[in-house]
């Protein structure tokens, strides 16, 4: 009769049992310890929910230019206007523009008499939501004019609408990277620990080899090989490729030193003499034992792709337009005249270091519950 | 001893020889070779080439020989006689380009690789032994940010700084009128004064890995038992931490010297195209953009060079500094 009980106050998270905890759970519980995890976790999470939803999520669509707001800051949003009055709806001030009596360039000027109050979810430009209907709905926008939070770039596009689509084909093209990081690392590492012997030697010479070259100029060099006339889809793919080189040797080398020394296990040995496949004993008993070392590696290995992605695509060798990444838009920002004219366009960086942040973190606290049964 | 010495000088001879063919292959690896692109540029401007005169000309690069007679003639030029080939963006032997640029390159690189030792060994050291004060948090803090922020990013950000409180260009390493003037003591002064931008830029990510490292490393250091027995033998609490947990853990931090030197040589392309220092990287970026590949290629060589003998050198000093090491192999 004390099974509900328990079952009750457990799902209720009062009483820990260690002993009845599966390996996972035990995990979760030694992750959540790790509070800048849980808060990285959290930011990932806003991270991957502005990329699923970016259409939906910015007031205009990317290719969209504003000719009245051109090269300009970004715009504040209010609740007390200029008399200090307040107003419930945030509004931005009205813009106007004018020449410039002197360079005759089109100049926009703050009119504070008008409000464009914000509104939710309201009607702008057409796009087509994932590719598949089409809506004129945004989350917000502003009643009467436009809004630009993050300022607009020299075609007047706004660079909050850009820096969330980017969003998406940054952390997608990780992601691949990663992915594909993964496949090879697992596939290589796994064949050097499980034949041993010379294959084995060979492989850890040649990630030794691969660890000792300076990164950068390598894979500089190898997507600047790329032939020049590829479309931008083709290059996206190539560079997830370039970028996958970078990942794998890290992971290849925790495969192997976990099947070298789970080999030697007990457990192991027990599986082999009741008959089990070599197959069999790999998927069922040894993967799952160091699955979570090899997720500790994915998180660690995301950033570095993250930020490589970010480098090439800057230098503009990585990804191009009209592919935007994080990196594409820095790429705008290359030189010191654009960025004190519009330092602005140094935002989407703030995202890559905000991203890079997080995923160290969530590492962090991964790497400490990898092993749940360590003090 | 001198076994191990040997051993890794084969191993450096061998990386090299492995990367010559990476480079290579790098060089071979754009569709097309220059005299194909040679003829565009003159289709371009409106004087064709003859087919005749393509061939001739790819005759005389040689480049329609199978590849490893290239590779050979290639390495057997750089090995005897210096020549790693020709630019033909630039109209100049490759020896030249990089020699005039590759100094500076070298000064940026160790000095931020001795700042970042400078900086981080004792903020590492501090850090352990007082884990968790307001300052272990700090330093963390700043180290994760350092670590997050890619290198091109930082150095726009101080360059827009300065432009907008100082008032000057950070970019380049000297002002306009020592640009070109011969070398004086003034002109030194002013080198120092501009290379700390790129130092700094080039060495934060670096010198928060190496705090993190040194700190943990101590760490594990302090709560071992022969820390206690010699504080319980009364040794001053300076003297033991110096001359017990630190020395430890530089082990580590020795060992991995090479890598830092990789990680720096890495970085400093992209800091330099930046900050449009007149050092390899804008070189480098030219010549990849304009798929210069010899130019490119030698570059890629000489960056991994330094890493592999640097490497070598860590070693060896590692093998001075832990006798284990020393050891290995005698007993």
Known sequence: MTAPVQAISLRKGRLKRPEMATQWQLMWWKFKKHHMALVGMSLLAAFVFSAVFAEFLSPAVPSERNNSYLASGPMGIHFFDAEWDFHARPFVYARTTKRDPVTLRKLSVVDESNHWPIEFFVRGSTYKFWGLFETDIHLFGAKGGFIHLFGTDTLGRDVFTRTLHATRVSLSVGLAGVSFAFILGAIIGGIAGYFGGMIDNAIMRLIEFIRSVPSLPLWLALSAALPREWSSFQVYLAITVILALIGWTHLARTVRSKLLALREEDFTLAARLSGCTDMRIILRHLLPAFMSYMIVDVTIAFPEILLAETSLSFLGLGLREPVESWGVLLYAAQNVRSIAHMPWLLIPGLFVVFAVLAFNFVGDGMRDAADPYSK | ?331
């Not at chain 2, 070398?183 to 928060?208: C, D, F, I, K, Y």
């Not at chain 2, 110096?242 to 090479?258: Q, W």
């Open chain 2, 1 to 331: 001893m001198i076994r191990f010495v040997i051993n890794r000088f084969v191993y450096m001879v061998l990386t090299m020889a492995a990367v010559s063919v990476v480079a290579f292959v790098l060089i071979q690896l754009p569709p097309g070779d220059f005299a194909d692109s040679y003829a565009n540029k003159r289709q371009q401007a409106g004087a064709p080439i003859t087919a005749e005169e393509l061939d001739n000309m790819r005759h005389q690069l040689g480049i329609d020989r199978p590849w490893f007679v290239q590779y050979g003639k290639w390495v057997s030029n750089m090995v005897l006689e210096g020549d790693m080939g020709y630019s033909w963006e630039w109209r100049r032997p490759v020896t030249d380009l990089i020699g005039e640029r590759l100094p500076l390159t070298l000064l940026l690189a160790f000095s931020t690789l001795i700042l970042m030792y400078v900086v981080a060994i004792p903020i590492g050291i501090y850090s352990a032994v007082r884990q968790y004060s307001a300052t272990d948090h700090i330093f963390s803090t700043v180290g994760y940010v350092g670590l997050a922020t890619p290198n091109f990013l930082l150095a726009l950000i101080l360059m827009y700084l300065g432009q907008r409180w100082f008032g000057q260009s950070v970019g380049g390493l000297f002002s306009p009128e020592y640009q070109d003037a011969p070398w004086s003591w003034p002109r030194v002064v002013n080198l120092m004064e501009h290379l700390w931008v790129p130092v700094v830029v080039l060495g934060t990510a670096g010198t928060a890995y190496l705090i993190r490292t040194i700190r943990a490393s101590t760490l594990d250091e302090l709560d071992k038992m022969y820390v206690m027995a010699a504080r319980a033998g009364g040794i001053s609490p300076m003297r033991l931490l110096l001359k017990y947990p630190v020395r430890m853990a530089l082990n580590p931090i020795v060992a991995t010297l090479g890598w830092r030197l990789t990680y720096v040589i890495s970085g400093a392309p992209i800091v330099g195209v930046v900050m449009s220092l007149p050092d390899t990287g804008p070189l480098f970026l030219h010549a990849l953009l304009n798929q210069d590949m010899y130019l490119a290629g030698g570059m890629v060589l000489i960056y991994c060079a330094f890493t592999i003998i640097g490497t070598f050198i860590s070693d060896l000093l590692l093998v001075l500094l832990d006798p284990r090491i020393r050891m290995e192999g005698q007993a």
